[in-house]
């Protein structure tokens, strides 16, 4: 009930602040006798880890997982997975300034009045170094399902007013060949050129990712209130500084007459067009589910800014730190980590009451 | 777990389908000795209700709610409330083709592929008359958080391409006035006529409603997985046909500066802008929590369709039954039922832990 | 979190008041397409319904269920089954003295001092009416489950201090045939008697209850907190007037030596001896399981007590109104219901994850 | 769902395995700003640390809980408080034998029927080594209710059949100055005695512990399957080896009269006998509550026993190892730990909802 768990059949409850000893997670009901591939795993975190490239903040941390329960031999035991990270490159002098000053579109102010405190280094549990915990439990479910064909597949779509050309089929490796994880050449390169730019203002860029989860059975999701689309619009929700989600034909959907709308069936069930993006009545029908998520541009610029402390007098903050000018590549991962643990638990249900 | 549930500490479970005996629900952990206004609640299931005006499906249902347990001497006693609405006006007969076709873009195929089974008389479970038992729970919630001078309003903000003019302050008179819940008077007009001519097409329209919410305290929402934007956007997602969901600057907020976006704050905490749409860090900042939701057009057209039954073969499915051309008008009381599911459940727990 | 729902994937939300319109639930993740037999579930109602002898009170309730949702044709659809039993024979007036006085060793103070309020007629939610819910819910449990070889059996073995002879295997024939409930031929009639003498004097009785499940699968359970008798022993203290469980060797394993209690492992992983009670580790291991339920004394009595009022002075209660003497072998479907509802929570779950 | 977590508002998910890492949990929910006195914390750990006393196994872990996130400057800040207690005194090879063996009532073969594996090495995620993570939570929790009067004591009134004397009121210092936690003189003699005589003969002893909670005001609880009363049988339940509880009269009040166990209320609403052990309704009534719970003889001998391998092939297993011949005075800590979790979740919803 407290915002720290996630999934309730495979459940991720994640713990850690941005300076203190380390960021972690519990998983809970992970299915026993899998062989883990740690590799993957943290190549998962490589692709989120700060300092991956020069469009990235370059706090330099390894971000090494350590797993500390749940696996004997190489292999998920059915027992909770618990599993840390530890801070290292912690710069927390930086942060004096903010011990009392609430830093603009930030959480400080609503920690603050929430918890009677907030942790000004870095963000405390607000930062997206949580998402650390995200990435390994996205990354387990991803291995998981990936044994049932189910893939995922996020990358940048936008970023500033920068937008990539419609969407059509790119294969991971063009994905990730771009340092901005933008599989359209040409929008990539303008969106490097963009950070640049924007860098040097000490400024900030928000941007779109587009994610698709291919393979996924009919029949996941459940009625109502646990609608995929309602799961998947709060797991999106939930990621630091997204402000948008829609599925299918999302806002332009609504421009569409209902003639036009409809997912004509074939003879197969599967559908002529996908509008419905892979979702009916809350529940797959077997076609491709794809997604759009917003991210607004960062708080944290390299600016002055005005803002008032905790006595609400006016105070100057300094543009200090390492922050993502544009944090959008890095989250492209956790996009796909968090789609993984929405549909491994939807998933896990279907076996139960398939009736295939 | 099976998605007929909503909220932690004041629960809705909802049940019932569009031609069974009744849709009802049963509203758990309200607060104790409040004094329901029972015409309120029936003056949002008014709202909610078919046939209200000539822009709406002419079901003729009066939709009286029934209360079974949970309240004597006309307060709630803390004990779980129960309510059924009974159906009356159902034309079962008009859905006779139905037991072998799967409608396009409905939740017969999912259903049928998820359950082995699906209801064919109107869509069953999957029908917005279980929209019905949100409103009921919501108005109750409105009513408790109105004491609290906590307020919600939603209006039309778009109907296929027709939009409203920029979001200013409306009155709910303004708002309810207009029978498509467009307090924009020209667009509202535009609005009518658009459905007439649609209605005439046997097609069916879209639309984007905006809904704010007022006087929330500073606190409510929880970090990381809980944030008060995720929970607004799984309650949004999971009413029928809304395919997309913003808060805030949404997916405009992508295309400004950090420096454009950032909300500066005030000596009193208030916030000069508020791109943040009243959230930071998941958690309300004190100031206007403001959001869009997209629908979709319904997916059942007065025209004939191509589609396939069971065994898959194709057939033509005539367009019949009684349906809105647009449902957008009557999903203003929904959206503001949710919202108001939502913000009870964070507001109890916020008086808990509250510091104040 | 209100206490009104019970279990995970299988769960029961029940509401209604002993005096109020009905007594209902709503049951959510049935499995889909199951036959219901309504025969068997009105049969397990009878049961428990008051009237059923002259050793249950005499207030005489038909207890009829209505089915509101979530059955199309005789089959289970996947919805959630909402049902209601009306109450009828109501003798509100009997209660008018309680509106002020708080009736030792009920509920009468506790809602009061929790809620602000109480429903003197008949205890309202806290009368045992409530458990005929249970009754419904776990009738269809049973159902499911004996499809699976999976069987629930309960019986009276002490009410007072006369007391069956050790257990054995019975036949439900000859736990039936004793109105009591008892299946020792000898016992069942001195606690007849004894009723009758307790009845003569106004006074109560409490009594024992034994269930014994068999059938079950080894693997059902979870580990640590989630432990299949840990599941149990809930279950059954939420039942009213429960005041303790045991399972396997109980409070009497404690005066054996671990070498006396150690139960044997046979070449197919059968027991020799079951002082485990089905149940090692918090698993079952595919013995019987078997547990015992202690029931106080009712505390409404026929004869005038001592109590206070709201505001604290002394008054005198007369006994009134229609009570059992001795609620246990009325007790018996209810108990073998909360297992019925523990079990199929645990072989859901089992069905999902199982290696089989 | 998958049993490792513990509580609604304040939450603890456990893990970690008797031979791995680290033992640990994530405590979630945990009220902002509390002063947290770690030399409390370390001393409930020593209570139940193994090598305390002769009478206990002789594993020497020193047991020093480390705290990763969720305090700041000593206070704890509303995030969740991870920690772990490093496994450091393993004799993994003393388990060689049992990677093929199951051993008699104890939980190999069930986990090994669950999930396809099980840890030999001491029990794994089944050892009473996790009971650890329920301690440190449970000491967090007293210190929070202690601040509200709200105490907890538990002492053994058992061990094999020498008993303590009836329950009167102990000191803390009393209970603790005995070996065995038992704080009857004599008794507590008789029982080191017992215990050394069975620990010539390589066997096990079982034992009841006592368990009283005071200070609760009236209105803790919920009512039908939220009992107080059904929240603490589960808690203590799950406690390794427990096969018993009962509260107030338990299963001796089945031998009273209604009219000799109904207690009567005083003009300020104490009652003048306490049968119903503080609960009644399942709602605590301000009284004092308690109850006791059974402990069977644990199953690891210092004999030789006749048991199967995972083949089921007949083999000796030999009597190695270092274990507790009874492990009730350690169990002690457990216990209060499991009630003050119970009590804390109920105690945060009744403030959010107290009429006070």
Partial sequence: MAGNTFGKLFSLTSFGESHGAAIGGVIDGCPSNFELDFNQIQMELNRR??????????????????????IFNGKTTGAPIAFIIKNIDQHSADY??????????????????KYGNYDYRGGGRASARETIARVVAGSIAKQILSKENIYFQAYVQQIGRVKAEKHSNYTTEKIESSP???????ASKKMMLLIEEITEKGDTLGG???????????GLGEPVFGKLQAELAKAMLSINAAKAFEYGSGFAGVELLGSEHNDILN?????KTNHSGGIQGGISNGEEIYF?????PIASLMQNQQTVNKEGHSVTLEGKGRHDVCVVPRAVPIVEAMAALVIIDFWLRWKMYSKK
């Fill in 180 to 186: 901005v994880r933008c599989p359209d050449e040409d």
């Fill in 267 to 271: 003879p197969d069930f599967s559908t």
């Fill in 208 to 218: 779109i990712i587009y994610c698709s989860i291919k393979g996924c059975p009919a």
């Fill in 49 to 70: 880890r700060p300092g991956q490239s020069v469009y990235t903040t370059q706090r330099n941390e390894a971000d090494e997982v350590e797993f500390l329960s749940g």
């Fill in 96 to 113: 004096d300034q903010l011990s009392t000053a609430f830093r603009p579109s930030h959480a400080d102010f609503t920690y603050h009045a």
């Fill in 292 to 296: 759009r998520v917003a991210f607004k």
